[in-house]
């Protein structure tokens, strides 16, 4: 009877963490799709609410790991157990840094909303975002399911972000070289970029975390998660 | 006899955890260092050596993760003694981080080499490199001596790299401006610059951790980790 009660409290304290973390996830990709309407649309207003929500999802991930310390300190949780608490403190790990990704770009908005965003390289990111924010969507489906292989399968999707943001990267150098005056406004969208492209690792992080709560192991293999535009030199190849 | 047989063992326990992060620490600091190093001599050796210790640093901090896991299960410890551990994965992760920055800075080694780093540029690197390294090897000796007061000194050193950041992609954008064939190289030494402002962020995280694991909360008042070039305009102003 006493075990009952105590599993059954247990249970309740890992639906709780699920819940906050679901309820993070959506604030996350919320202001990370945000941030990048706000930065094509040059809308100030919408930039800072994605701004001033980076406290909620702080005070959220907080909350999940002081909830996710008292969960292991009173149940004192064996092998998978303890795996989900601590694959609920990773993700929300996770979650918080796309939110401060999301953040920096909605902080850039400011920079850029005088000179606007051509419409070829605004499509480029809308394209980039629409893809993490898949990525990213599809991985907290998965985190619901315990799926091994859907986890695994987002992992692979990696390198179709990868692939865009480098094509995005080559074609933000094009544009400044041929309208040096466009410098500053490209270098911001640059760094747009690659927050966005790191918000697609992130989403790669959480399916390995989810792997590693279902198995105890992490996944094998290369992480498929390489900029390859560090490589783009001055010859353009 | 039994209670101090446990304590001691657990005390051995997280003994090795503070060994290991301090040898994260190095390596960490080192990679980073080496990477800024090879960027600036154009020493594509040295870059491939950053890029394959990663995998050393990235299994410390697993090895780290299930230590501590372990040492959760097994011992069952309370307050203060959680929050040990719970820090000890947090660092970790921080030093992790910072081996990834790391690797990605000594990635662009290869795209700068036939251009070369400007003299100029070299120094503002430099310094933001020293900057940083300093503050990291700063919070690695305080971690070892758990002290709140010189954990929130060093959170309030993390003002001086940011504002150095912020001039040096002033001088960036001026540069590329100035002679358009170097928005390549530019653009990847704007990366690195964001790369090391970024590693000065992790050492504040960790003193922030430090502040955690002796008083069990969070330091006061805003962070002082914000990044001020995401504000400069096309204006330069």
Known sequence: ??????????????????RRISEMGGLAEQMAGDSVRALI????ALAQKVISDDVILDAAEREIGEKAIVTIAKRQPMASDLREIMGAIRIAGDLERVGDLGKNTAKRVVAVRDT???????????????????????????????????ANAIRERDDEIDSVYTSLFRELLTYMMEDPRTITTCTHLLFCA????????????????????????????????????????????
């Open 41 to 44: 649309s040059a809308d100030t």
């Open 116 to 150: 606007g965003v051509p419409r070829s390289l605004a499509r480029g990111l809308e394209h980039l975002c629409e893809l993490a924010m898949n990525q990213l969507t599809d991985v907290l489906d998965v985190y619901a399911t315990r799926s091994v292989e859907k």
């Open 194 to 237: 690659k927050n966005i492209e790191r918000i697609g690792d992130h989403a790669t992080n959480i399916a390995e975390t989810i792997f590693y709560i279902a198995t105890g192991a992490q996944p094998e293999g290369e992480r498929p998660k390489e900029d390859l535009s560090t490589s783009v030199g001055a010859t353009g190849k």
């Open 1 to 18: 009877m006493a075990t009952s009660h105590i599993v059954s409290a247990f249970d309740e304290e890992l639906k709780f963490l699920t």
